[in-house]
């Protein structure tokens, strides 16, 4: 059955060739059809052709579903304590990493798919209509291929994150946990997951453990992500770069070099406010990187501990509050630039052949997204061309 959404006073499609001066692609008094899952047609409402059934979307906002690259959504517990002693004074690492684990080896195959999909449906919500998530809080071979397997049953877009941070057990022998996650448990995780990521940081892995990790994955048919630059200088954008990973997410501590490398590469820069927001730490400049070329996705990082938020809206309110971003750059940045670092094509846009995951806004242009920050705008949501909000 084909559809009509019509009477849209703003559709953000995302083809910068439609009008100048923005990326977003705005059409005004607009229509889209949708036949299928797909996109068939966009354009002014008074030439939509045809269709069997007919929506009016009332004088409001429609806009590509938004695409989270980046989440943790595969876990159990609580940080409840931590963030509040955050709150009161206590600087964020990346040890706290080891609460979660503690709780996600404990709970059941049960209790952590409940979870996940209390998260998706809280996202979905709020317009999220792909979302990539991670393991990297079972750190065993046995746990991390659980998280993957959960994971997988909900999104074709699984990150094997084995090195997150050294396992408890091998605090004492990082180069033995370096050797678990580059051997037997990327032989039990690569076939459940498209992605490979680590965590480069100062606590965690260093360049040329983070070298031989996504390598190692590489060499299995994962493509690399990269944790990098979160909470200092590192090698992590470079190496990303290097590597041809698809996205280096945090981009926080950037040198000169760092900007330029990923000004010269593909590898997209993935920035989460969300992160900066929870543990009051520098935000990036993703004005500097949008004046050097390179492409900026953005992301909520959901996760129990540095960033809970399942809100891309929020992240846009963020991005443009705080980082630099205008409106227009935030909301691609939350569609096309997600779908850039998940290297697909066929999302983050609405045009013909785009698979049809539009947002209905209750709001009149893209632009209240960033203008009415924590109100809860998203009226509607179709996903593969069922109206699912």
């Not at 074709?156 to 051997?183: C, M, N, S």
Request: include cysteine.
């Amino acid at each position: 059955m084909s559809t009509v959404i019509t009477n849209i006073a703003t559709l953000v499609t995302n083809d910068p060739t439609l009008e100048r001066g923005t990326p977003l692609g705005l059409v005004r008094d607009a229509a889209v059809v949708i036949d299928g899952d797909r996109i068939v047609w966009t354009g002014e409402a008074g030439r939509a052709p045809a269709t069997d059934d007919r929506v009016d979307a009332g004088g409001r906002t429609v806009l590509p579903g938004f695409v989270d690259s980046h989440s943790h959504l595969v876990f159990a517990g609580d940080r409840t304590e931590e963030f509040n002693a955050r709150m009161s004074g206590r600087p964020y690492g990346a040890g706290g990493i080891r609460t979660t684990v503690a709780a996600t080896r404990a709970a059941t195959d049960t209790e952590l798919e409940e979870n996940l999909t209390r998260l998706l449906a809280e996202a979905l919500r709020q317009g999220t209509t792909t979302f990539e998530t991670k393991s990297g809080y079972g750190l065993t071979t046995e746990h991390e291929a659980r998280a993957l397997r959960l994971a997988a049953r909900h999104t074709d877009e699984v990150t094997y994150l084995g090195a997150h941070i050294v396992a408890p057990e091998y605090a004492d022998d990082p180069a033995g946990y370096v050797d678990l996650v580059t051997g037997e448990m990327l032989d039990a995780c690569a076939p459940h997951a498209r992605w490979i990521d680590v965590f480069c940081e100062q606590g965690a892995f260093d360049g040329d453990q983070a070298r031989a990790i996504l390598t190692a994955g590489r060499a299995k048919g994962l493509h690399p992500r990269v944790h990098a630059n979160q909470l200092s200088h590192g090698p992590g954008v470079r190496l990303a770069v290097e590597l041809d990973a698809a996205s280096a997410d945090h981009c926080t501590h950037l040198t000169d070099a760092d900007v330029d490398a990923l000004a010269n590469g593909t590898t997209v820069a993935t920035l989460l406010p969300g992160a900066e927001f929870s543990t009051r730490a520098e935000w990036p400049d993703a004005r500097r990187l949008l004046d050097a070329g390179v492409t900026v996705a953005l992301s909520t990082d959901c996760n129990p501990g540095s960033s809970f938020t399942s809100s891309v809206p929020f992240c846009v309110a963020l991005a443009v509050r705080d980082m630099g971003m205008t409106p227009d750059e935030a909301v691609w940045s939350a569609t096309a630039g997600g779908a850039a670092a998940l290297r697909r094509t066929d999302i983050g846009r609405l045009a013909p052949g785009a698979r049809a995951d539009l947002v209905l806004l209750d709001a009149p242009s893209h632009v209240h997204l960033a203008y009415r920050p924590g109100v809860p705008l998203v009226a509607g949501v179709w996903r593969h061309g069922v109206r699912v909000v």
